[in-house]
Antibody, heavy 125, light 108 residues
Framework: EVQLVQSGAEVKKPGESLKISCKGS????????IGWVRQMPGKGLEWMGI????????RYSPSFQGQVTISADKSISTAYLQWSSLKASDTAMYYC??????????????????WGQGTLVTVSS | EIVLTQSPGTLSLSPGERATLSCRAS???????LAWYQQKPGQAPRLLIY???SRATGIPDRFSGSGSGTDFTLTISRLEPEDFAVYYC?????????FGQGTKLEIK
């Protein structure tokens, strides 16, 4: 069974760094893309970017390029989302998800059919 | 990037009624690579429809999707109490993938 398990909730101050994780199990981690989706409080879903753990090919939405870093450690089947300097506006729920069963015409495209449980990040002074 | 606009913002209906949700794209969605999700409070989204009209695994047949190009529709033929939630469309035909802003389906 495909499972994505995310790290726990975080409370940070503005300017601090943070790395949250998403561990995949039940499938070949290196063979499927893993993406990240932001949901700000009371708001909709935003596609942030996606990584292919097999070769670390990474695609970002222009809205998030340079604001976050997506990475993966295939030795422990874990993907990461990282900030070097958090802002209050980074307060949100962050989901990892994989387009496991379906694909698209471009590398990294696909609807997300498996999701993590979400990691709530709160940034407040 | 492709902007998806969903309408209405909120839809108030009763159980047993038919729901029709719209998703309009700012440019044509390649190969009808359009998905629909359902999200309930405190839960991750759930994939309902992919490829504009194909139901994902385990999705009841009261959910159906249609459309192509720039106009897409999610129809719930007969609302069950558990269908009241927020629904999002997503295009994955071009990079970056993008989501609509959501339609809240509430009990009348």
């Amino acid at each position: 069974e495909v499972q994505l398990v995310q790290s726990g909730a975080e409370v940070k101050k503005p300017g601090e760094s943070l790395k949250i994780s998403c561990k995949g199990s039940g499938y070949s981690f290196t063979s499927y893309w893993i993406g990240w989706v932001r949901q700000m409080p009371g708001k909709g879903l935003e596609w942030m970017g996606i990584i292919y753990p097999g070769d670390s090919d990474t695609r970002y939405s222009p809205s998030f390029q340079g604001q976050v870093t997506i990475s993966a450690d295939k030795s422990i089947s874990t993907a990461y989302l990282q900030w070097s300097s958090l802002k209050a506006s980074d307060t949100a729920m962050y989901y990892c998800a994989t387009p496991f069963s379906y694909s698209s015409s471009w590398r990294g495209g696909g609807p997300f059919d498996y999701w993590g449980q979400g990691t709530l990040v709160t940034v407040s002074s | 990037e492709i902007v998806l606009t969903q309408s209405p913002g909120t839809l108030s209906l009763s159980p047993g009624e038919r729901a029709t949700l719209s998703c309009r794209a700012s440019q044509s969605v390649s190969s009808s690579y359009l998905a629909w999700y359902q999200q309930k409070p405190g839960q991750a989204p759930r994939l309902l429809i992919y490829g504009a009209s194909s139901r994902a695994t385990g999705i009841p047949d009261r959910f159906s999707g249609s459309g192509s190009g720039t106009d897409f529709t999610l129809t719930i033929s007969r609302l069950e109490p558990e269908d009241f939630a927020v629904y999002y469309c997503q295009q994955y035909g071009s990079s970056p993938s993008t989501f609509g802003q959501g339609t809240k389906l509430e009990i009348k």
